[in-house]
């Protein structure tokens, strides 16, 4: 277990962080392209109750299946809404 999670370059799968510049808007967390800032609200949900300082990685190993899918459908709507002219938050990547 590492001594502290960075929000921003955290990964569950490796459990150690892993150093990205702030321009990179996506992270490949296992086989999988994630969004940085959804998956920094998915290491949110996952912290430990108990202390408010910890992860409990066990969890968001269980958890990650479900959120990926979640995570996928949400990215393909936004990227309809993009296709459609609407506007989205630059920053987020898409």
Same mark, same amino acid.
């Not at 990179?24 to 959804?38: H, S, T, V, Y």
């Not at 300082?53 to 066990?58: F, L, S």
């Given at each position: 277990?590492?001594?502290k999670? @960075? %929000? *921003?370059? @955290?990964?569950? =799968?490796?459990?150690?962080?892993? !150093? !990205?510049? %702030?321009s990179e808007r996506?992270? +490949? =967390?296992? &086989?999988?392209?994630?969004?940085?800032?959804? @998956?920094?609200? @998915? $290491? $949110?949900k996952?912290?430990?109750?108990? &202390?408010?300082?910890? +992860?409990?990685?066990?969890k968001?190993?269980?958890?990650?299946?479900?959120?990926? !899918?979640?995570h996928?459908?949400?990215i393909?709507?936004l990227e309809? *809404?993009k296709?459609?002219?609407?506007? *989205?938050?630059?920053?987020f990547g898409i």
């Amino acid at each position: 277990m590492i001594s502290k999670v @960075y %929000l *921003l370059t @955290y990964s569950h =799968i490796e459990d150690e962080n892993q !150093k !990205k510049p %702030l321009s990179e808007r996506w992270k +490949i =967390i296992g &086989d999988n392209k994630i969004q940085r800032d959804l @998956y920094s609200a @998915y $290491i $949110i949900k996952n912290v430990n109750i108990e &202390d408010r300082k910890t +992860i409990n990685r066990e969890k968001m190993i269980e958890e990650f299946e479900n959120f990926n !899918k979640s995570h996928k459908k949400e990215i393909e709507r936004l990227e309809n *809404l993009k296709k459609r002219k609407h506007k *989205l938050i630059s920053s987020f990547g898409i």
